[in-house]
């Protein structure tokens, strides 16, 4: 059978290994290790659980799982050590480039301002920030594309399927409650 | 009848119509997924009552399966997993001034492949049902594992990344209390883990922000447009590639019936089987062969009802779609399985209808509206990949309002992201998440049953005969990863290609 990873459905995706299978990518050890380090723990965290006292206690499966983690993930390490480093790639470029950190600081900082600041000026500051920074255009184009998107989606959610997000400094509900009194009115 | 009910009621018809709509676009877009498209809509619909929920979700998924076959051909980038194979005919037969042609042939064939798979989905899943009463809880066991390592063997290559991801999946499973003792587990002492690690924030995170990070490597790529011509296809074509793709049909519904192997696997097995039992196609495969856009497309289609057969039937899901279908059903209370069919058959009488009405519906846009997909399907990456990360925070927030839950599904993301990069597949995670409940219980139930006893529960398998296929059957996927297996699998086939050439 032909093997196309399906994972990377997207005919132009970099993220088929290293563009060869048998090629180190940039970091992929790191990552390995990191993964076998993390399973150890978990192993270890898992044995606390309820240790060899049944197979059927609550620790059981969590250590079977764990242990098979650890045993894939040292052998994906060993396998990984001895394969050759892609020279045509470098982790700046094709694992990590800048606007991907950008755009990872940038979803952190969302997750933060969500709460206290509410979900339309967050998403705001957002998609502006964002579609300015990807699509290099103009500021009169960039504000209209992210406002009106914004405007899109939130009547969608919020009317559609009633999705309650944080309001913060906006005051949502007063702002729909007078827009009800307002069709509510001419009905009258 | 159940089964009527979504053909007789405006609201549920409406909304498969709009599911099935938005679903041909979501596939078609490059960068949205079905995956990605029905994690993000199961929590914006958990509030609603479960039929319409499930009906809007049915129609994304058969849409979104038929979709991606059309930026496939137009552009030569598969807006699906399930529509690479497309790909390789579809784009040299637009490349030809033939796009529309392909379009056509490709949503009459997917519509064949699709009703294959409903029916069989039909006829089959009482009597599997019926059958799997008779399961045992070690075979619920063995079925979970076998599903997993399924997905990580098939969709990749690589069995180990396949198994470690599988193994994470169940360990992430099964943070929190467990149900049946109150135990902690991987809970560090945080109360925030008590609870567990919500499954949507999970989905969301690996299927939706993962590919968004991931796509922000092409947001200069410009997409390439081509001419349309006439999409309707002449009754002749279909019914000369019809025996085709009644074949091709019936092996994906008999992929997409397997645990953990879906659309994708299944269109690949079909183009292969095309090229073996086309002997005179009127152009080459991967040169524009109508066969090689034929088979994949009723493959992918019809494997849809073959992935419900193992989700209804035993709560096992066919592949990464239908495992967050099984979270959506959990959500709305319900609890896929043997019983559900037998206390609950309305519900998969009206899975069966909503599967059929999705299936008309899909041929009606597929065969209409062409210029507005156009307009469409080239939205620039630069909005799209901002707009896709701000829906997937809304989910993650929507199912709980709880910010911890964005916070877990942003790590989920950044950490999906490298495993992109590095090779390891996302799907047996999803399915080790889902299944991690099902996979504890039925092994602490079987393990009790034998008395703590190991012995007896390798007797138990060895003395079963259903047990001990599906035992062999995960011991196959072991072996076939090693190098005897290769080393055998070369012998033999070099011998017979001798004798051939002889």
């Known amino acids: 059978m032909q093997h196309i990873d399906p994972e990377h459905h997207d005919g132009t995706s970099d993220a088929t290994p290293g563009g060869t299978e048998n090629m180190r990518r940039p970091g992929e050890l790191i990552f390995g290790v990191v993964m076998l380090v993390t399973s150890l723990g978990l192993l270890w965290s898992a044995y606390g659980i309820s240790g060899f006292e049944a197979l059927s206690a609550p620790g059981s499966v969590p250590m079977a799982t764990t242990l098979a983690m650890v045993i894939s993930a040292a052998l994906i390490v060993a396998k990984t050590a001895r394969l050759p480093l892609d020279t045509s790639e470098t982790l700046s470029r094709d694992i990590l480039p800048g606007v991907v950190l950008i755009f990872a600081a940038a979803l952190v900082g969302y997750g933060i301002l969500l709460k206290p600041f509410g979900f339309l000026p967050t998403s705001a500051l957002f998609l502006i920030g964002a579609i300015k920074l990807l699509a290099r255009r103009g500021w009169g184009w960039t504000l209209t594309v992210a406002l009106s998107s914004l405007i899109v989606i939130w009547l969608i959610f919020r009317i559609v399927f009633t999705v309650l997000m944080p309001a913060g400094i906006v005051p949502e509900a007063e702002f729909i409650q007078f827009f009800r009194d307002l069709t509510n009115g001419g009905d009258a | ?502």
Request: charged share 15%.
């Open chain 2, 1 to 502: 009848m159940n089964f009527l009910t979504v053909f007789t009621q405006p609201q549920l018809l409406m909304l498969v119509g709009l599911g099935t709509f938005a679903g041909v676009y979501v596939g078609a877009i490059p960068g949205l997924s079905v995956t990605m498209a029905v994690s993000i809509l199961i929590s914006f619909t958990f509030s609603w009552d479960v039929y319409p929920a499930i009906s809007l979700m049915i129609g994304i998924y058969m849409g979104g399966v038929y979709g991606g076959s059309r930026t496939a051909i137009l552009l030569n980038i598969p807006g699906a997993p399930s529509a690479i194979a497309t790909a390789l005919d579809g784009y040299p037969m637009a490349k030809r001034g033939e796009a529309g042609t392909a379009i056509g042939v490709t949503t009459v064939m997917s519509f064949i492949g699709g009703f294959i798979g409903i029916g069989v989905l039909a006829v089959a899943a009482p009597v599997v049902s019926d059958f799997a009463l008779k399961f045992q809880p070690r075979d619920y066991m063995l079925l979970a594992i076998l599903g997993i390592l399924l997905v990580g063997s098939l969709s990749q290559g690589s069995l180990l990344k396949g198994i470690f991801a599988g193994a994470l999946g169940i360990a992430i499973g099964a943070v929190g209390r467990d149900p049946l003792t109150f135990t902690e587990r991987f809970t560090f002492d945080f109360r925030l883990l008590e609870g567990g690690i919500s499954f949507i924030a999970v989905m969301i995170g690996m299927f939706g922000v993962s590919e968004a990070l991931l796509q922000l490597h092409h947001v200069d790529k410009d997409a390439v447009r081509q001419k349309i011509n006439r999409i309707v296809p002449s009754l002749s074509t279909v019914k000369k590639h019809l025996p085709l793709s009644l074949q091709t049909s019936t092996i994906g519904v008999i992929i997409g019936a397997l645990p953990g192997t879906g659309g994708d696997i299944a269109a690949l097995m079909a183009y292969d089987h095309a090229k073996r039992v086309t002997k005179d196609p009127e152009r080459e495969f991967g040169d524009g062969a109508m066969e090689g856009l034929i088979a994949p497309e009723t493959a992918n289609n019809s494997a849809v009802g073959g992935a419900f057969i193992p989700m209804m039937t035993l709560g096992i899901p066919g592949d990464a779609v239908t495992a967050i279908m099984i979270g959506a059903l959990f959500i709305h209370g319900l609890n896929p399985g043997p019983m559900l069919m037998i206390d609950q058959p309305d519900m998969f009488w009206f899975i069966v209808g909503a599967l059929v009405m999705a299936n008309i519906f899909m041929v009606i846009f597929g065969l209409t509206g062409i210029k507005l997909f156009t307009k469409i399907v080239e939205m620039p990456r630069s909005v799209l990949i901002p707009l896709i990360m701000l829906l997937s925070i809304v989910g993650a927030y929507a199912v709980n309002n709880s910010i911890t839950d964005v916070y877990w599904m942003l790590g989920f993301g950044v950490f999906g992201y490298f495993m992109r990069h590095y090779g390891y597949p996302l799907g047996p995670v999803i399915l080790g998440v889902i299944l991690s409940r099902l996979l504890d219980d039925n092994w602490r139930r079987a393990i009790i049953s034998e008395r703590e006893d190991l012995g007896r529960f390798f007797e138990g398998i060895f003395t079963s005969p259903l047990s001990l296929v599906l035992f062999i059957a995960v011991i196959l996927i072991f072996v076939s990863q090693t190098p005897l297996w290769t080393r055998g699998k070369r012998m033999l086939l070099g011998r017979k290609s001798e004798s051939t050439s002889k």
